[in-house]
């Protein structure tokens, strides 16, 4: 018995690749930048031009990611859990350093 693979097997297969090399390269360029945030090319773009995300332009045209700093980017402005906005007031209330 042969097992039949699809085209939409195949892209899946294809796509786990790509996010898989992705995730081990230290620099990426602005369509692996869009692949690894889940934002599109454009957004990417306009990004950059209002100098809202780190990137480097060695040469002055090509643009550059730094995956750990788009890391801490993604990560910034973290929103707590309730349950640690409650353990801060419990604190607070007995009076405990943060």
């Given amino acids: 018995m042969v097992a039949q693979i699809t085209l939409n097997d195949l892209a899946d297969k294809i796509e786990l690749l790509v996010a898989s090399i992705i ?3 230290s620099v990426l360029n602005t369509s692996e930048a869009a692949i690894y945030t889940g934002l599109t090319e454009s957004y990417i773009y306009k ?4 100098q809202d995300i780190p990137h480097f332009k060695p040469r002055g045209k090509m643009i550059y990611f730094n995956r750990v700093e788009l890391d801490d980017w993604l990560q910034q402005n973290r929103i ?5 906005i409650e353990q801060a007031a419990i604190s607070h209330v007995n009076g405990e350093a943060a």
């Fill in 80 to 84: 707590k859990s309730n349950s640690e």
């Fill in 23 to 25: 995730t081990n390269k």
């Fill in 47 to 50: 990004l950059t031009s209002k």
